[in-house]
């Protein structure tokens, strides 16, 4: 299988070559308050719905997506399959409180899962691991 990469995903940037996330929930409280506390280190973007994600990684790219796997609209799955039937490079960090739907996401190819509730200094050894660490 031949990935390719987002446009722009090798382009120069402007945010100070922090990493690039892209976090995925419905729950717009929770989509909030993780990209408050992620912004100190990334430059953070939200996404509502794995409709929505996917247009924004083919638009703009992502260096890592922190994405909720039960979402009405286009679930998490929805955005594992299209990444996959696109042959986008986008490595994913699958959020859910269902174990079951964790072992799903990681036979859709995901990078990483993360077991909800979960602290935010998990989350970002995660990211890290995946894109490096941010400079603060």
Same mark, same amino acid.
């Not at 929770?30 to 996917?54: C, K, M």
């Given at each position: 299988m031949n990935f390719s990469f987002p446009p722009g995903a090798d382009e120069p940037r402007d945010d100070g070559g922090r990493p690039r996330v892209l976090i995925v929930e419905d729950n717009v409280p @929770?989509?909030? #308050? @993780? $990209? /408050? @506390?992620?912004?100190?280190?990334? %430059?953070? %973007? /939200? $996404? &509502?719905?794995? &409709?929505?994600? #996917?247009a924004h990684v083919q638009q703009t790219g992502a260096d890592v997506v922190v994405l909720? #796997?039960?979402m009405p609209v286009a679930d998490g799955r929805f955005f594992m399959l299209c990444l996959l039937a696109q042959e986008l490079a986008v490595p994913v960090i699958a959020m859910s409180a269902r174990l079951a739907m964790l072992r799903d996401a990681r036979r859709l190819g995901v990078a990483d899962t993360l077991h909800k509730p979960f602290r935010i200094r998990d989350l970002e050894s995660k990211i890290d691991l995946l894109v490096g660490p941010a400079q603060a």
């Open positions: @929770l989509r909030e #308050i @993780l $990209a /408050t @506390l992620l912004e100190a280190r990334y %430059e953070v %973007e /939200t $996404a &509502e719905n794995g &409709e929505s994600a #996917i909720d #796997i039960m």
